[in-house]
């Protein structure tokens, strides 16, 4: 492998241009030396999706597998058995809940005030639940299936911005009110000369509407001039920002994304680059949004449906088989144009690092005159000083990233087991129900091929008879079952066998997941804190007005972000033992310091997800039904009336306080004097909230003794 800090020179020429042909040489040297890994990745594709030479969709094997006889026999048993897809999708199914409901923890590691981080946090949820959800859930998805597939994955985290073109009318009355609010403006300049039949007049009108219309080219602006002339109106091309926001874009390693092979920590590599696959429109888009050059993108048109992959597939430096690994289909290319961003490390003339973004094409190399071409070269524009991507590993046993293992590697051989026993059971019951047949040598000859309803020869026997075949087929079902059982205590799924095995495996899966994820909303934040539009940040979080852009310094490590996924929430039984749990042992033993509104709105959304909004009152909301509920349990007793004695599901500590202070109130005391019937069933009611406090505080061992009721009023 190059030496990184060679490597790094390597990468722009000495007149500060980028070295595109090292660029094309560090993608290629890395691919074409991962082909063990590459292929590695193809196992376990055809591993889990249960895929090999000569496969039907009928579950049997053809006639003839390459040219020859299929084994054991024609149409012999083929079935499919999907173990590691099983065990995959379990995984990426509890990845994706934690993606989704996992809660985000925000805190501000710097100077942040209180309230820039509460809206701060307002407007990431909102990024996350809103904005972002529908990108955000594509994207997880895939990262999380190719992380359990391959081992590895990538996420892409960037700030997207594509601009479109509208159309607007302008009226002669149009400028005519323009040009009394600016007089000598260029609406006065575009109305002193329309009617002059001077061309030369003419044109420097055009020139100036093409000055304020950048996508109007002169005939077009003398067209319109003309028009305007005839009809007293002219349409005009503009252009408006139609997506400015944070984008996720899941990568496939060695397909999507590609870095040196011996790469550990991707932020600390000396290079990563990512390839993408635009249409003719976007590659276009891109002059606009990202200032690509003129040339390079009419270039690109010529490059349609080429492939990098295809092209490495036709290295004759490889084997035919590992060409095929390469080879990229032609139909997925068909109209798409290849380019790569090409992100790398450059230590300036005085030595400081910089990352420099240079987007390039792996078919075009030079313009006419023999110069790179290239769409884009420039120090990398992101303040967070990281490249915009985060990986997703399945595990960390070595330090390069292309060793880790996928799922269906390390269940593969139990699955081959699997088959075997299924094949053979299914081959057996089909020769015990159709037997071969076995007849004289010389009426078919010595025939050694069993299969069902076949003929065998015997040298010995003169007549024909049915073969006696023995039914063993239900005895590979234990085998069967044997292997399952192995990939399922390896992946901890024997959850009735081992619960807290499989508990942790769950727990420690959800928790590299989640801090895998953390990186993604964090460079999101740090994205949003450096482009976002601060309008849409004021008119998000509402309220007093708080900065949300920063310097490069507080947007490298102003705020901390955790994403907090606790596996307990996909198992109803666990759930449920956990609230009997804090109902029946923690909340009496807590002494007030649990909140229990706060839990219950937690049951209430696990289990009631679908109306849960409408059926929790915020936790303000929920304290003054309980005041207003009090005041009524007043208003009866100063009736003469004794309010009904609630003893479970209230928040007795909060109505108690709430009585002291209103027993205390002078008006009070002088109605409780005069009033003794009152007075006794405000008495009776206290004496019953200071017990039920005592209850879930102090004595909360003891059994329920209730508060004997004072007489009623008449």
């Known amino acids: 492998m190059n030496d990184s800090s060679q490597m790094g020179c390597a990468l722009r020429n000495d007149d500060d241009t980028p070295n595109l042909a090292a660029m094309r040489g560090e993608i290629f040297h890395s691919i074409t030396h991962s082909i063990r890994v590459v292929e590695k990745n193809l196992r376990n594709d055809n591993t889990v999706y249960a895929r090999w030479e000569g496969q039907q969709d009928d579950g049997r094997k053809p006639d003839t597998i390459a040219g020859k006889e299929a084994q054991p026999w024609p149409r012999a048993s083929d079935v499919r058995i999907r173990l590691a897809d099983e065990l995959v999708n379990d995984q990426v199914k509890m990845m994706k809940a934690a993606a989704r409901t996992g809660q985000i923890a925000f805190t501000a590691t710097r100077g942040a005030s209180f309230e820039a981080a509460g809206k701060t946090r307002s407007y990431l949820n909102w990024l996350r639940n809103t904005r972002m ?201 068909d109209g798409l144009i290849e380019v790569l961003y090409f992100y790398y490390r450059h230590a300036d003339e005085d030595g400081v690092p910089c990352i420099y973004l240079t987007v390039m094409s792996p078919h075009v190399q030079t313009d006419e005159a023999g110069d790179p071409l290239y769409g884009l070269d420039q120090p990398y524009g992101y303040d967070h000083g990281d490249y915009p991507v985060v990986m997703h590993q399945r595990e960390a046993e070595e330090e390069q990233v292309h060793e880790t293992r996928g799922t269906p590697e390390t269940v593969m051989t139990q699955q081959t087991e699997v088959k075997a026993m299924r094949d053979a059971r299914v081959n057996q019951t089909e020769l015990f129900l159709q037997p071969p047949v076995i007849r004289p040598e010389r009426e078919i000859g010595l025939s050694l091929t069993i299969r069902p309803r076949g003929e065998i020869g015997e040298r010995r026997a003169q007549s024909t008879r049915q073969w006696t075949v023995p039914n063993t087929a239900p005895a590979g079902q234990p085998l069967e079952q044997d292997a399952r059982t192995d990939a399922y205590r390896y992946f901890a799924r024997n959850r009735t066998e081992d619960p807290v095995r499989a508990g942790l495996y769950d727990q420690d899966l959800a928790a590299d997941w989640c801090e895998e994820l953390e990186e993604c909303w964090s460079q999101t934040l740090q994205l949003a804190q450096q482009f976002e539009d601060e309008q849409t940040f004021d008119r998000i979080v509402g309220g007093a007005q708080v900065p949300l852009h920063v310097t490069r310094d507080e947007i490298q490590g102003e705020f901390g972000i955790q994403l907090k996924f606790n596996t307990d929430a996909l198992d109803p039984d666990r759930m449920e033992k956990k609230a009997n749990l804090v109902q029946t042992v923690l909340a009496p033993l807590a002494g007030g310091t649990i909140d229990l509104g706060a839990f219950v709105r937690g049951m209430a959304e696990y289990f009631f997800p679908e109306f849960a909004e409408d059926m929790i009152r915020s936790g303000p909301q929920a304290a003054q039904a309980e005041i207003d509920d009090e005041k009524n349990n007043w208003s009866q007793m100063m009736a003469g009336t004794e309010p009904i004695m609630v003893e479970s599901g209230q928040n007795f500590a909060m109505r108690l306080q709430w009585l002291e202070q209103q027993i205390a109130q002078p008006g009070s005391v002088k109605r409780l004097a005069l009033n003794p019937d009152s007075a006794e069933l405000v008495s009776n009611r206290l004496q019953h909230l200071q017990f039920q406090v005592q209850q879930s505080t102090v004595n909360a061992q003891t059994g329920r003794v209730g508060v004997e009721a004072g007489p009623t009023a008449a």
């Open 133 to 333: 959800r529908k990108n955000v859930r594509r994207e997880t998805k895939l990262a999380a299936r190719w992380r359990q597939v391959y081992g590895t994955a990538a996420m892409g985290v960037t700030w997207h911005q594509e601009w479109a073109r509208e159309y607007q009318k302008v009226t002669a009355e149009n400028l005519q009110e323009l040009a009394a609010a600016e007089p000598g403006g260029v609406a006065s300049q575009i109305l002193a000369g329309l009617y002059e039949p001077d061309r030369d007049v003419k044109r420097q009108l055009a020139g100036i509407l093409r000055q304020m219309y950048e996508d109007l080219d002169q005939g077009e602006a003398l067209k319109q001039l003309n028009a305007l002339q005839r009809t007293g109106e002219m349409t005009m091309p503009a252009r408006y920002l139609r997506k400015n926001e944070p984008r996720w874009k899941a990568l496939k390693w060695w397909v999507d994304a590609f870095g040196p092979l011996n790469m550990g920590e991707v932020q600390e590599s000396p290079w990563f680059a990512r390839r993408v696959v635009l249409t003719r429109a976007q590659a276009e888009e891109k002059k606009i949004s990202e200032k690509w050059s003129e040339e390079f993108v009419e270039k690109l048109a010529g490059t349609a449906g080429h492939s990098m992959l295809d092209w490495l597939g036709h290295n004759t430096a490889l084997t035919a088989e590992q060409q095929w690994v390469f080879a990229d289909s032609a139909e997925l290319m």
